[in-house]
C-alpha cells in the first residue's frame, strides 16, 4: 500500500498553522505556575501546638520507604528533655532527597502525621551532600512559596467516560 501523495501536505500545514501563532512563555522565576492539590514535593516534619515534635522515632516512615532513604535513630525522653509527647523522639532524623522517589509512603505510615509532603519543588543543589536534610531543615519553614491550585477544579479528575455523556 502506498502513501497517500496529499499526507505530506496534511502535515505540513499543521506545522504552518503553529508557525504563525503566538508562542506562550512563562516568566518561571517571577511567575511560578500553581502545582495540583496532591502534588507530593519537599517533606516536611511538624510540631504540635505546644512546640512538642509530633515524631516519636517509631521508624514506620523508614520500614515502609521503598527507596530506603530515610535514617531514624530515636533516643528516649527525660523528664528534664521533652522533645516529644511520647516515650521517645526522633534524635536523628534525616531523608536523602537524591535517593527519594516522592511516592508518600512515609507520610502514609506516621500514625501521628509527623511527617508530609508538601507542595515545595524547587529541591536542586549543586553539592550531593546538601540532598540530605537534616531534622531541623525538615522542622524549619519551607523558604520558597509556591501556590497551589484550585482545589475543586483539579483535585478528582473527571474520568474519560462521563466526559462525552
Not at 517571577?30 to 519537599?42: A, L, Q, S
Request: glycine letters at 4%.
Amino acid at each position: 500500500m502506498s502513501p497517500s501523495p496529499v499526507a505530506p501536505v496534511k502535515g505540513f500545514a499543521v506545522t504552518l498553522r503553529q508557525i504563525f501563532k503566538k508562542p506562550v512563555t512563562q516568566e518561571y522565576p517571577e511567575y511560578k505556575r500553581p502545582v495540583y492539590p496532591r502534588f507530593r514535593g519537599r517533606h516536611r516534619l511538624w510540631r504540635h501546638e505546644n512546640g512538642l515534635e509530633k515524631c516519636v522515632g517509631c521508624s514506620l516512615c523508614a520500614a515502609a520507604c521503598p527507596a530506603d532513604c530515610i535514617r531514624v535513630v530515636p533516643a528516649e525522653n527525660t523528664p528534664d528533655n521533652r522533645v516529644s509527647a511520647g516515650e521517645r523522639y526522633a534524635r536523628i532524623y534525616e531523608i536523602n532527597l537524591s535517593r527519594c522517589i516522592f511516592c508518600g509512603y512515609c507520610e502514609l505510615a506516621c500514625p501521628f502525621d509527623a511527617i508530609t509532603l508538601g507542595n515545595e519543588f524547587e529541591l536542586s543543589e549543586y553539592n550531593r551532600d546538601d540532598q540530605i536534610y537534616t531534622k531541623d531543615m525538615l522542622l524549619a519553614e519551607p523558604v520558597k512559596k509556591v501556590p497551589v491550585a484550585d482545589p475543586v477544579l483539579y483535585d478528582t479528575p473527571i474520568p474519560y467516560y462521563r466526559t462525552y455523556s
